[in-house]
């Protein structure tokens, strides 16, 4: 068996055309068009790059893009003062200070910090639970582009056994509260689970979110099973170089799982295009009209 690969590129492209062709309808009928800003402290090179990427897709899809780029020194109560004014700011329908921050300032008191209905990563408390309630709610990005690529890949998802193994606030919690909303049966598993492989094994549906390069092997996986791998791991090289690995030993499970996402190429690229459904909701919602991300 080789399993078939599920292009997260691709399944990213349709989701910003859709994206798209919503902010153009948005501003037709209703003059609005949806604005986020980011906010950058320092200069850590990985989100440089994801920063520069998601301006340039909520550019290409319409939408209005601002960036706030401060020194690694800003002090807390600087940070703070910025999210408050943009809190404040009509034009900004979403905000997103992107981690990791400096470490003399608190992240958990900056993403309170962030007005709820502008929380467009997912991460403010408020969401959290009206996404466990199951109100509706602005959902974490990477564990939405999940389940976005497993419904590509296998339709409906009523019914499945699913295994999640990692238990992060960004992945692993919110990923649960989705799959049961798709009427998954699901095991919340992590480093710590007892007999993990035989945990993995149960699963019609594996995400694996850990953060250890290439620790789910292959003959963990059930035959057939869907494999979404949410790991981005950096290992060196023999020529003293490095690439990019996931969670999953691919070369093996790629020979027992029905499908599978790649790294890179996977879940990656679909973040951005969730960061920007976010902001077209939060608009939206804001502006108490209908989303026609919803029809």
Known sequence: MTAQRIDGKAVAAELREKIAGAVAELGERHGLVPGISVVLVGEDPAS?????????QTA?????STQHTLDAATSQAELLDLVHSLNDDPSVHGILVQLPLPDQIDSQAVIQAVNPAKDVDGFHVVNAGRLATGLPALTPCTPLGCVI???HALGDLSGMEAVIVGRSNIVGKPLAQLLLRENCTVTLAHSRTRDLPAVCRRADLLFAAVGRPEMIRGDWIKPGATVIDVGINRI???DGKSRVVGDVAYAEAVETAGAITPVPGGVGPMTIACLMRNTVVAACR???VTSPLDS
Not at 48 to 56: A, E, F, H, L, Q
Not at 60 to 64: F, I, K, L, T
């Open 149 to 151: 690529l497993a419904k």
């Open 236 to 238: 060196p090289t023999e």
């Open 286 to 288: 804001i502006h108490g």
């Open 48 to 56: 440089k790059i994801y920063v520069g990427s998601k301006n340039r």
């Open 60 to 64: 290409e899809a319409g939408m209005v």
